[in-house]
Nanobody, 128 residues
Framework: QVQLQDSGGGLVQAGESLRLSCAAS????????VAWVRQVPGKEREIVAA???????????YYDDSVKGRFTMTRDSAKNTVDLQMSGLIPEDTAVYLC??????????????????WGQGTQVTVSS
């Protein structure tokens, strides 16, 4: 079992930055990937960033094209935390952001059903 606690959301103006954090606990060594997923009401969840947790690709990152160059995902293995540094925020980034993790599957896979564990979500609102 893995538990995820995400935090750091808030209300910001377009062009500003925000840093989200995810604290993982439990059997994190069994994980393949940790990701940040966002949810807009009435729409499907989408993976915006992911990091490989183990294996030959450990540390490799995936970013959705919509956030590439603006968002950066980092990992602190000692603290068992994952951050999402969000820069140049735009109103389209407004969503609930959730930390997610899976035990198997490639880090760059965008298949949401592969994810086994989820944080509670933190709201990010970007005003224009």
């Amino acid at each position: 079992q893995v538990q995820l606690q995400d935090s750091g959301g808030g209300l910001v103006q377009a062009g500003e930055s925000l840093r989200l954090s995810c604290a993982a606990s439990g059997r994190t060594h069994d994980l393949s990937t940790v990701a940040w997923v966002r949810q807009v009401p009435g729409k499907e969840r989408e993976i915006v960033a992911a990091i490989s947790w183990s294996g030959p690709s450990k540390g490799s990152r995936y970013y959705d094209d919509s956030v590439k160059g603006r968002f950066t995902m980092t990992r602190d293995s000692a603290k068992n935390t994952v951050d999402l540094q969000m820069s140049g925020l735009i109103p389209e980034d407004t969503a609930v952001y959730l930390c997610a993790a899976k035990r198997s599957g490639a880090y760059h896979s965008t298949l949401l059903f592969e994810y086994d564990y989820w944080g509670q979500g933190t709201q990010v609102t970007v005003s224009s």
